[in-house]
C-alpha cells in the first residue's frame, strides 16, 4: 500500500480512489450518525477532514473516535463541498491504532497556556503552534547547509568535550569521570584530573569557534552546526543552558567580509522560510494578531510575523559602530526623559535595553553593531590600531535584530602573535593551554574572520514565538532536564 502523506494526499487532484490515512484526530464535530474528524499526520499544518458515517463502523470503534487518539483510515478520496479544503475521505473502514482516554488526554482543541504546554512537552508537537515551530526549525536548518554548500564551505564537526574554553567567560559545565563522592586529591588537595580517562580537566564546548579557526587555516571556509553549553545559572527568555549554534569560520575575510557574509545569510535563511513555509508562517502570523485582539502585531514588533520578515529581506541591515551606538543612546529621549536602569556610557558592556532601544526604537531594523571596547569583549579579537589610551577597540561585531537583541555575535581574529600572547597575558590565560591556537598564528597566519549564529535565536525571530524554551524541542534550563 502507498502511504501518502496527508500533505500529499491535500495536494493531489486524483479523486474517487481508495486511500489510507493515518494520523492523530485533532478534532471531532458534528451528530453521532454523521460526523467529521480532523486527522493531522505532522507532514503539515494543515488537518485531513474524515467523514464518518456511523452506520458503517462498530460502536466501540466510533467510542474511541476522540481527540488524541491515533486512526488509520480508509476511504474513498473525494473532493471537499465544504469552503477551505480541497478534498476530504469518507471513511468505508476505521482502524484504532491507539486510543486516548478524554477525560485524561491533556491535550484538547482549546487554548492552552505556553506554560501548560510546556509542562507537557512530551506532548506539545501534537498541537499546531508546536508542530509549525518544529518543521521551521527543520527549514532552517536544511537552508542552513544549503547556504554554505552552494558558497565552498565545508561543514566542520567540533568537538563536544574538550579542554579549551573559547569564550574565556568561565560558563562551563565540567565533564570527568572521576568518582564526585571521593575524587583523587594531589598535593594541594585539589582533585587530581590525571587519573580522569581524559587526564586533564574537561568540559562542555561553550562554541566550536577556536576549531573552526583551526580548520579554516587548512580548509579555508568552515562552518559548524552543532550544540554548545553554557553553564549560565539565569532564567530569561533567552538563555538556554544548551543552544545550537551556527559558527562560520573564513581564512582571508576581514571585518566587512564578516558583516556582508552575515547579513547576506540571515536575509538568505529569511527568503528560504518565505518561500517553504507560507503555511506555518501564515499560521503563526494570524495567530499572533488573535493573540492580539486583532491588532496585525506580535507582542515584539510592531509589524505583523509576515510583514516584519519580508521587510526584513528586504532592506539593508543599518551598520553602526559601538562608539556611535552609544552617542545614539545618549542622545535618545528615553534617556534624557526616564534614564534607562543601567546607565550609559562609553565602555558599558549594552544591556539588552539600549539593544533593544537601538533596533526597535531608533533604526526599527536589524543593525549591525561593531568596533567594541577591547575590555568587554573576548581575547581573540583583532585589535584596532592606532587608539586613543583608555579607548581601545577590537574588530568585534554583534547583530541585534528586533524582539531579540542580539542574535549574531563575531568578529575579525587575532592574526598577529605578539598581540595575541600580550592579551592573552592580561586577561590571564596561560600559553600553554592554547599552544595550539598559538601555532596557527606562528606558522601560515592569515587573516580571518567569523561569527556565531544563535540558531534558537534564529527560530524566535522567525517563528515570533516569545520564549526561547518554546523553540527547541527538550529545552535545558535550570531544573529543566527531564527527557
Ligand atoms: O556571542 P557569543 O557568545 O559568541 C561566541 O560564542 C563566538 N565564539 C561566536 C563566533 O565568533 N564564532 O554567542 C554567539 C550567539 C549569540 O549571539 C546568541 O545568538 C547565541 O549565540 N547565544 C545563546 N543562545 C541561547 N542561549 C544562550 N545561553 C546563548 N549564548 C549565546
Ligand atoms: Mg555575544
Not at 503552534?129 to 567540533?158: C, D, K, M, P, W
Not at 547579513?263 to 499560521?283: A, G, P, R, S, T
Not at 595550539?436 to 534558537?456: I, K, Q, T, V
Amino acid at each position: 500500500t502507498k502511504k501518502d502523506s496527508i500533505k500529499q494526499l491535500l495536494a493531489s487532484t486524483e479523486y474517487d480512489r481508495e486511500v489510507t490515512v493515518r494520523g492523530w484526530v485533532r478534532h471531532r464535530r458534528g451528530s453521532k450518525e454523521v460526523f467529521f474528524v480532523h486527522l493531522n499526520d505532522g507532514s503539515t499544518i494543515q488537518n485531513i477532514q474524515i467523514v464518518v458515517n456511523a452506520s458503517n463502523l462498530d460502536s466501540n470503534v466510533l467510542n474511541q473516535i476522540t481527540v488524541g487518539a491515533c486512526l488509520q483510515v480508509n476511504g474513498n478520496l473525494v473532493a471537499s463541498q465544504g469552503a477551505g479544503q480541497s478534498c476530504e475521505v469518507q471513511a468505508s473502514d476505521v482502524v484504532i491504532l491507539g486510543a486516548a482516554d478524554p477525560e485524561k488526554y491533556p491535550i484538547q482543541p482549546k487554548k492552552h497556556s505556553m506554560e501548560f504546554l510546556r509542562e507537557n512537552a512530551h506532548l506539545r508537537m501534537r498541537t499546531n503552534t508546536f508542530s509549525a515551530v518544529f518543521r521551521l526549525r527543520h527549514a532552517a536548518a536544511y537552508a542552513i547547509h544549503q547556504y554554505f554548500n552552494e558558497r565552498g564551505f565545508f561543514y566542520l564537526h567540533a568537538p563536544i568535550i574538550t579542554g579549551s574554553d573559547a569564550e574565556g567567560a568561565g560558563e562551563m559545565f565540567q565533564v570527568t569521570t572521576l568518582p564526585l563522592d571521593n575524587p583523587p586529591k594531589n598535593e594541594e588537595g585539589k582533585i587530581d584530573f590525571k587519573e580522569d580517562f581524559f587526564g586533564q580537566p574537561t568540559n562542555l564546548s561553550v562554541s566550536g569557534q577556536l576549531q573552526g579557526e583551526l580548520a579554516a587555516m587548512g580548509l579555508g571556509l568552515i562552518y559548524t552546526f552543532g550544540p554548545t553549553f553554557r553553564a549560565e545559572n539565569s532564567n530569561t527568555t533567552r538563555h538556554l543552558a544548551e543552544f545550537w549554534m551556527i559558527e562560520p569560520e573564513m581564512a582571508f575575510y576581514e571585518q566587512e567580509d564578516n558583516h556582508n557574509l552575515a547579513e547576506d545569510f540571515l536575509k538568505y535563511l529569511i527568503k528560504y522560510v518565505l518561500e517553504n513555509c507560507q503555511d506555518d508562517l501564515k499560521f503563526l502570523d494570524e495567530r499572533f494578531t488573535k493573540e492580539n485582539n486583532g491588532k496585525p502585531t506580535n507582542e515584539r514588533s510592531e509589524m505583523g510575523l509576515l510583514e516584519k520578515l519580508e521587510f526584513v529581506a528586504a532592506n539593508d541591515f543599518a551598520r553602526v559602530s559601538y562608539t556611535e551606538a552609544i552617542n545614539i543612546l545618549l542622545n535618545s529621549k528615553p534617556h534624557k526623559k526616564k534614564k534607562f536602569k543601567f546607565p550609559v556610557e562609553w565602555g558599558i558592556d549594552m544591556q539588552s535595553e539600549h539593544e533593544r532601544y537601538l533596533v526597535e526604537k531608533h533604526f526599527k531594523k536589524p543593525v549591525i553593531v561593531y568596533d567594541y571596547p577591547r575590555n568587554i569583549k573576548a581575547f581573540y579579537m583583532k585589535q584596532n590600531e592606532g587608539e586613543e589610551e583608555g579607548r581601545e577597540t577590537v574588530r568585534a561585531m554583534d547583530i541585534l535584530v528586533p524582539g531579540i537583541g542580539e542574535i549574531i555575535g563575531g568578529s575579525q581574529r587575532e592574526d598577529d602573535l605578539e598581540h595575541l600572547k600580550t592579551r592573552m597575558d592580561e586577561v590571564g590565560i596561560p600559553h600553554h593551554e592554547l599552544e595550539w591556537y598559538l601555532d596557527l598564528r606562528r606558522f601560515g597566519s592569515a587573516p580571518h574572520s567569523g561569527f556565531g549564529l544563535g540558531f534558537e535565536r534564529f527560530i524566535l525571530f522567525i517563528t515570533g514565538m516569545a520564549n526561547i524554551r518554546d523553540v527547541i524541542p527538550f529545552p535545558r534550563t535550570p531544573g529543566n532536564a527531564r527527557f
